[in-house]
């Protein structure tokens, strides 16, 4: 069975600071790949999926994802963090029709 | 405005009384799914539906029921529930072509079972 492993369930940056969240995966195809944003009290949000082509996919926010077949990682990446991206962040993979499996999430603090 | 709808927000109930929590879309899509969120174990998912009387068990979907009888219509029923239903619940909806454009997501329904 597939699943998705975050192994940071809690990371604190200081604001304007770069940022990475890491997601591996385990499947044995290429999967599709996604990362969702949750801000508190509310749904998820879509930020950018990886389906095929280019392994480095930009997203909404200002964030990128790269896709690293070797490593089974698709980690998220933003040069300079606001304080408003403070929030939890969910890697998922879709291995088949529309079923998602999502990782444990990571919780991102932002310092002033 | 294209959005998923929960009803309701919070809901506190008792072992054992049933209880309906509504989810409704305006986008006509095909796919619609239920998640529940717990701490650490991120979302799982409950059912799905591929379409009008077309549902499906996801990971976990024991004490647990749904229907799809219209198409913008995705109710979760607990016939009995239980403290270990105590959780975060998400509705969500994509396009029949599949996961291309993404979940829309409803905003959750916080459900506390005494």
């Known amino acids: 069975a597939q699943s998705v492993t975050q192994p940071d369930i809690h990371i604190t940056v200081s604001e304007g600071a770069s940022l990475e969240l890491r997601c591996n995966y385990s499947?044995?195809?290429?999967?599709?790949l996604f990362w969702y944003v949750q801000s508190p009290g509310q749904g998820l949000q879509l930020l950018l999926k990886?389906?095929?082509?280019?392994?480095l996919v930009q997203g909404i926010k200002g964030f990128e994802a790269e896709f690293k077949r070797s490593q089974s990682s698709f980690n998220l990446r933003k040069p300079s963090v606001h304080w408003s991206d403070a929030a939890e962040y969910f890697c998922?993979?879709?291995?088949?029709?529309?079923?998602?499996?999502f990782g444990g999430g990571t919780r991102l603090m932002v310092k002033p | 405005e294209a959005q998923v709808t929960q009803n309701p927000r919070y809901l506190i109930t008792v072992t054992g009384k049933k209880l309906t929590v509504t989810c409704s879309q305006n986008?006509?899509?095909?796919?619609m799914s239920w998640y529940r969120q717990d701490p650490g174990l991120g979302l799982r998912q409950i059912y799905y539906?591929?379409?009008?009387?077309?549902?499906d068990k996801g990971d976990v979907p024991e004490g647990y029921k749904v229907s799809r009888k219209e198409k913008r219509n995705f109710p979760l029923i607990l016939e009995s529930p239980s403290p270990n239903q105590t959780s975060l619940y998400f509705c969500?909806?994509?396009?029949?072509?599949?996961?291309?454009?993404?979940?829309?997501f409803g905003s959750g329904t916080r459900l506390t079972v005494v």
């Open positions: 998922a993979v879709n291995n088949a029709g529309n079923m998602l499996t």
């Open positions: 499947y044995g195809a290429t999967p599709y």
């Open positions: 990886y389906f095929s082509g280019d392994t």
């Open positions: 969500a909806s994509s396009a029949g072509t599949g996961l291309f454009w993404g979940y829309t």
């Open positions: 986008m006509n899509h095909e796919y």
């Open positions: 539906s591929m379409n009008v009387e077309v549902t």
